[in-house]
């Protein structure tokens, strides 16, 4: 889970800002991708901002894209819990599956950055 209690979490998160895009799954025969806003990841998920126009809701489904570093990555998750952030939803969401490649290459970032520029 993203939050094991309200004080505790299953891992370190790493804030960051990047513009990014984020594509329904379910129902739907084509969903257009929505622009977001990335805030902050971890090894078990990833925050996103989306326009509250977006419509996305607790347990949707969804597929984003990012970047860590020069590594692209394209994750499926669900959406765990949603607040509203001045005109934005902001949306906490938990990676589907296990992935090693995944948490090793966000540990290594998260290492690195933090390396950089204590």
Not at 46 to 72: A, C, F, H, Q, R
Request: aromatic share 10%; with cysteine; hydrophobic share 35%.
């Amino acid at each position: 889970m993203f939050k094991k209690d309200k004080n505790k979490r299953n891992f370190e998160r790493f804030n960051m800002i990047q513009a990014s895009y984020c594509v329904p799954m379910g129902d739907f025969i084509k969903s257009d991708p929505i622009p977001c806003w990335i805030n902050n990841i971890s090894m078990g998920g990833i925050s996103i901002d989306v326009n509250m126009k977006s419509k996305l809701e607790i347990n949707d489904i969804i597929t984003i894209s990012y970047t860590l570093g020069d590594n692209e990555r394209s994750d499926r998750v669900q959406i765990n819990h949603t607040f509203n952030v001045i005109n934005n939803l902001r949306c906490g969401c938990v990676f589907t599956n296990e992935d090693k490649e995944r948490n090793n290459l966000v540990g290594a970032y998260i290492k690195h950055v933090y390396m950089t520029y204590k």
